[in-house]
Nanobody, 117 residues
Framework: QVQLVESGGGLVQPGGSLRLSCAGS????????MGWHRQAPGKQRELVATITTDRTDYADSVMGRFTISRDNAKNTVYLQMNSLKPEDTAVYYC????????????WGQGTQVTVSS
């Protein structure tokens, strides 16, 4: 079992930056693909970025603006978000999916990010 707790959301002006954190506990962190997803009002949840020990992937909409990173020693994954746009407004969710057993898939409770002037 993995527990995930996100933090770092808030209100920011267009062009601003935020850093989200996701603290995990309960299992061996490095055995999981860690990811950030987001869900805007009235829209489906979408993948933003994922990270393993040797690879990162990003949605086209955030490429070059967002950076995902992880600290396995601290069981924490981060999402640095720069050049934020109003369309980035959403609830951001942290996700952990086991590398070998993808049915072991866990979500955090979400953190709100609002980009508005």
């Amino acid at each position: 079992q993995v527990q995930l707790v996100e933090s770092g959301g808030g209100l920011v002006q267009p062009g601003g930056s935020l850093r989200l954190s996701c603290a995990g506990s309960g299992s061996i962190f490095y055995r999981y693909v860690m990811g950030w997803h987001r869900q805007a009002p009235g829209k489906q949840r979408e993948l933003v970025a994922t990270i393993t020990t040797d690879r990162t992937d990003y949605a086209d909409s955030v490429m070059g603006r967002f950076t995902i990173s992880r600290d396995n020693a601290k069981n924490t994954v981060y999402l640095q978000m720069n050049s934020l746009k109003p369309e980035d407004t959403a609830v951001y969710y942290c996700n952990a999916r086991h590398l070998l057993y993808p049915q072991n898939n866990y979500w955090g409770q979400g953190t709100q990010v609002t980009v508005s002037s």
